[in-house]
């Protein structure tokens, strides 16, 4: 064996002409068609060995093994995955021929980060599963692995289940022993090997990966370098609690390069202002994502994001089975059809490997009207208002919302690759000339801190005095205890706006093209509030500041409810049955809406809509210009 690096070195892919066929993957295929259809391992090594010397034999099955351990490192040392698992195992056990495979093993050894969407069935964690098991095996006792999921029970039957049938069926034996949740070469060793991570449904800070770190290597690798390795992969990543992402950016905060550490997250598509949502956005924003085409981008928050889509399944597109496992035409079929059919939120997640369009079916705000929202009003002149909803005690927060209303001439979009300071949308008229209408800006949202009525009247009073707000223009939430804060307001300061939302809807369009009124149509003030946000999002009548934080907002704003009564009328869900489905009481949306119905209410009118509107030459936004007593919108001369 001493002379094995010399016979490898008449087989190194980089030194073989372009033109020449690769005597890596014909080895490959030899020494694969060895060991899985004559399950021989003597006349696999006899294929490394014949390289140089046609004759050349091995004398028994333990020198056989000695060859191929060695020939499945030097492939390993290249990076040569895919035949590296050609060598290990059978097709019927696994493959990475599949499109699916081999886009996410590219994206894996190119990022250090990366998010995989996808739909049912279609390989995701067990080919991410794959991968690192091969790559632990590259570098064994210096490679640390954490596969994270939901429960044991989980992580038990499905991943680590496969990674323990890949480990006990390599046609080459591997090092390490296998143990509940983990492989290891050593059992006293924690910061090497692969292990499972329990981080179960409902921990608010897991912090399960805290203090984990690379290191300093006893002896720098020749390629890997002076530091040990980290590999983190989150298994059913939408199901495991937002605190982990705490523990990643810690991470992520003290490693370099691609080498070093990678953290995969494996999930299935459901809420698009979820943590895994947020870090799948691509630079352009989510109205750019295209259902036929956007397979692999890079995001704003700097992952490199891969969907599989099961609609291209190999299965799929031949109608049958080309790669057993993975998804075929009829179950896909019968997916869509327990999905209640296309362009439902079960299709788009499980069919297509995509965050459903519009949320659910019966959401007040739909994800698609946010695809546009962020950006900044080039403003002609402003007023600064506020929105307050309050919480004295419990569980909810006290949470602010100051913005700015007034004309503007037009908005400037968020920064991106071909607009780096951010393309500037003009309002033009129909017949081509500069136009402005009024808009409300969000700028700021943040929490105040709890405290009896009086201290918060005083918080909020400072702060909206800093800001600039005069009390007019301020809407407080004036439920239960919040009556106490506005009343104290009213009588200290001036003539603050006070919304119960539990009283009827007003007699207030929302928009001038409205024919009905909200008390007409809405069961009580809360659903107008929405409805109101609704309308605003709906016809370009808002933009938030890409400096405000929007994960939470845009989760609460898209998963809000609706139905309707028995005398016809819509409304909102109750906030008792909205938080029974899991989710947090809808604080910053709540303050929202108390800012859109306190300019409504200051406005003492509708608000002029974008009838009609269309992109205009030039990038410019077209309006059909209307004046009424407010003036809110006009042609410019």
């Excluded at 954490?146 to 029970?153: A, F, H, Q, R, Y």
């Excluded at 492989?183 to 179960?200: F, N, Q, S």
């Excluded at 690798?221 to 059913?236: C, D, N, Q, S």
């Excluded at 069919?351 to 959401?363: Q, S, T, Y």
């Amino acid at each position: 064996m001493s002379n094995f690096p010399d016979i490898l070195s008449d087989i190194v892919p980089d030194i073989i002409p372009d033109n020449c066929p690769d005597k890596v993957s014909q080895l490959v295929d030899k020494i694969s068609f060895a060991l899985h259809a004559l399950d021989d391992k003597k006349a696999a090594a006899d294929h490394i060995l014949q390289v140089n010397n046609p004759n050349a034999q091995t004398t028994s099955e333990p020198e056989a093994i000695k060859i191929l351990s060695t020939f499945r490192q030097w492939l390993l040392e290249q990076g040569r995955y895919e035949d590296t698992a050609k060598v290990l195992w059978a097709p019927a056990i696994f493959s990475a021929d599949p499109a699916s495979v081999r886009l996410m093993w590219g994206a894996i050894k190119e990022s250090s980060q990366l998010m995989v969407m996808g739909a049912a069935s279609v390989g995701k964690s067990f080919s991410l599963g794959v991968w690192i098991y091969l790559d632990w095996l590259r570098d064994p006792e210096n490679t640390n692995v954490k596969i994270v999921g939901p429960s044991e029970d989980h992580l038990e039957k499905n991943l680590f289940s496969h990674l323990v049938t890949l480990h006990q069926s390599a046609a080459i034996p591997s090092p390490g022993t296998c143990i509940r949740l983990g492989i290891t070469l050593d059992l006293h060793k924690r910061d090497a090997g692969i292990y499972g991570v329990v981080v179960p449904i409902g921990k608010k800070a897991p912090a399960r990966l805290q203090g984990i770190k690379v290191k300093a290597r006893p002896k720098a690798h020749p390629t890997l370098g002076k530091m040990t390795r980290l590999r983190v992969m989150l298994e059913e990543a939408e199901d495991i609690p937002v605190g982990i992402w705490d523990d990643v950016s810690n991470i992520l905060s003290n490693t370099d390069g691609v080498e070093q550490f990678k953290i995969f997250a494996a999930f299935n598509p459901k809420d698009q202002n979820g943590a895994c949502g947020v870090r799948c956005e691509p630079m352009d924003g989510w109205g750019h994502f295209d259902l036929d085409a956007s397979y692999r981008w890079h995001s704003r928050r700097g992952w490199e994001v891969v969907r599989l889509d099961g609609q291209t399944s190999e299965n799929v597109i031949a109608g049958t089975v080309v790669y057993p496992g993975l998804q075929s035409k009829t179950g896909l079929e019968r997916i869509i059809s327990n999905s209640g059919g296309v362009n439902t939120p079960g299709y788009y997640t499980f069919a297509r490997g995509a965050f459903p369009k519009d949320g659910a079916d019966l959401v007040i705000i739909p994800q698609v009207l946010l695809d546009d929202v962020m950006g900044e009003y080039q403003f002609v002149t402003s007023t600064v208002v506020a929105g307050v909803d309050i919480a004295l005690e419990g569980d909810d927060n006290a949470v602010m919302t100051v913005g700015r209303y007034g004309p503007a001439s037009g908005w400037r979009k968020r920064p991106t690759r071909d607009f780096p300071d951010g393309e500037v949308v003009h309002f033009v008229s129909l017949d081509g000339r500069p136009a402005r209408k009024s808009v409300l800006q969000i700028d700021q949202q943040f929490k105040l801190p709890k405290a009896e009525t009086i201290t918060m009247a005083k918080a909020i009073r400072t702060t909206c005095e800093d800001a600039g707000v005069d009390p007019e223009w301020v809407c407080v939430d004036r439920t239960v205890n919040g009556a106490g804060v506005h009343d104290y307001l009213k009588s200290t300061w001036g003539p603050v706006k006070g919304v119960n939302p539990s009283f009827a809807a007003s007699e207030i369009k929302i928009l001038e093209e409205d024919t009905e009124t909200p008390h007409q149509l809405y069961e009580r003030l809360v659903t107008e509030l929405w409805y109101a946000a609704r309308k605003f999002f709906e016809h370009k009548l808002i933009k938030i500041s890409p400096t405000v934080p929007t994960e939470r907002l845009f989760n609460e704003l898209t998963t809000r409810q609706f139905n309707t009564n028995a005398r016809g009328k819509i409304k909102v869900e109750a906030k008792v049955e909205y938080k029974s489905r899991g989710h947090k009481s809808p604080d910053f949306a709540d303050s929202l809406t108390m800012l859109i119905h306190g300019v409504r209410l200051t406005v003492g009118g509708p608000i002029g809509s974008s009838e009609g509107a269309q992109n205009g030459g030039g990038g410019g936004e077209v309006f059909r210009p209307k004046t009424d007593a407010t003036n809110r919108f006009q042609t410019l001369d």
